[in-house]
């Protein structure tokens, strides 16, 4: 109750884990919901991914995308 939007990925964190995992570490990724695994094999920050949950002041796209909807040029993530 405490975020304005959540899609779980229960059950498909394998699936984006193993995309992760076959692509090279420069090669970009232009995902959807539901692959944040993605970010999380790469080395993302799990606290940076809660904060735009949350979309509290340490959130890295300022509140400017949904919560679920992640990117980072850093790592490839767009």
């Given at each position: 109750?405490k975020t304005?939007?959540y899609?779980k990925?229960t059950?498909?964190?394998a ?6 995992m076959?692509?090279?570490g ?5 995902p959807?919901y539901?692959q944040?695994g993605i ?7 799990i ?15 300022e509140?400017?995308q949904?919560p ?5 040029k850093q790592?490839g993530f767009?």
């Open positions: 109750g304005s939007f899609m990925s059950g498909e964190e699936v984006s884990i193993g995309a992760a076959a692509l090279a420069d090669d970009m990724c232009f959807s539901r944040q970010l999380i094999t790469r080395g993302y920050p606290v940076q991914m809660m904060n735009q949950i949350y979309s509290n002041r340490a959130d890295p796209l509140g400017r949904l679920i909807m992640y990117s980072s790592f767009f």
